[in-house]
């Protein structure tokens, strides 16, 4: 019987150039065991985090994001001011407003753009790209700049051993561009959301619902809050119903995949994801040892990772997951055709 061709893509929109950075501090599990009661063995087999930046206490979100948007935007070979949109996904900005994407934007130079921040939490990066996708093809604008970007130490409790173990600082960026006559590019993408669940992890106070207190302080609600068994249940069944679906749409099989990309929350989570979908341990990114969860920042550090270390080519197909809080998941296939 013949072997049925994998279908191409053909989307106008490239991934021009990618982008990262992660503070210079690293906090390793050897640290943590002297703040909180855990050890090194405790957090490897469980999570598979190793260790993980922490930002300065005079870096903010914006900070993280500027150093990943300047690598994003060199890789790209354009300029600055040929930017038409700067979208950065955070949970943790550097204030309320303005934005931290305008402040990205005056820093950067990219005096055309327009900025705007997304809250997507760990789901950001791809909901930030397949908003910038739409953005561009509707033919008013030319090239954006996405970002992912978290400043996670600064909305921790340090003295929570089931949350401070996991996250980690950092910022991942790429610029898309609308070209015409391409082969390849982002393809099929879903996004979803389920709030009646968002209660299982949030920062529930220091918002306009609970503001911002003694008694928010004292109880410690404006850190992260996560019911670890649910979160990780959820995470596995969307992102596997979303690759599955995906790779049906694009009449891909698992073994088509160059790639995979996931959200770096967990490794017990990449793994059951990767053995659900059917997709071999090699082609299945990880870097969550080095960073751990860097939320909206992960998928876009893990790219960037990638085409540095020369594992991407033309003509890759690559699949993109993330789920976070909100709950909030989404999938993307591509076509590498950047000649980064």
Not at 249 to 254: R, V
């Amino acid at each position: 019987m013949p072997v049925k061709p994998t279908k191409d893509l053909d989307m106008p929109i490239q991934i021009l150039g990618t982008g990262s950075y992660t503070p210079e501090k690293v906090l390793t599990n050897q640290d943590l065991e002297k703040m909180v009661e855990t050890n090194d063995e405790w957090i490897t087999t469980r999570t598979g985090i190793r260790e993980r930046r922490i930002a300065a206490e005079d870096q903010a979100t914006s900070d993280l994001a500027l150093e990943a948007a300047k690598n994003a935007v060199d890789a790209s070979g354009l300029g600055a001011e040929e930017l038409d949109v700067i979208l950065v996904a955070t949970c943790s900005p550097d204030m309320f407003f303005p934005s931290t994407a305008t402040i990205v934007q005056d820093q950067l130079g990219a005096k055309k753009a327009f900025a705007m921040d997304l809250s997507a939490a760990c789901s950001g990066f791809i909901y930030g790209l397949e908003v910038a996708r739409n953005l561009l093809e509707s033919g008013r604008y030319q090239n954006a700049l996405v970002i992912g970007a978290e400043k996670m130490s600064s909305v921790i409790d340090w003295e929570d051993r089931t949350t401070c173990i996991l996250f980690g600082d950092g910022a991942g960026a790429a610029v898309i561009s609308r070209e015409e006559n391409s082969s390849g590019g982002l393809g099929p993408c879903e996004l979803g959301a389920n709030g009646a669940l968002g209660h299982l992890l949030c920062i529930p106070g220091g918002g306009s619902r609970k503001p911002l207190s003694e008694e928010v302080l004292a109880e410690k609600s404006h850190t992260i809050e996560m019911a670890g068994q649910e979160v990780f249940k959820h995470a596995v069944t969307s992102m596997t119903r979303t690759a599955k679906r995906l790779l049906k749409e694009a009449e891909w099989a698992p073994e088509d995949l160059a790639l995979v990309i996931p959200h770096q929350a967990n490794q017990r989570i990449l793994e059951a994801i990767r053995s659900r979908v059917g997709v071999e341990k090699d082609r299945v990114f990880v870097n969550v040892d080095k960073y751990g969860n860097t939320s909206a920042a992960s998928i876009g550090i893990a790219l960037d990772e990638a085409v540095r270390q020369g594992g991407l080519k033309p003509g890759d197909k690559v699949m993109l997951l993330a789920f976070g809080a909100g709950f909030t998941w989404g999938g993307l296939l591509l076509e590498w055709r950047s000649p980064v």
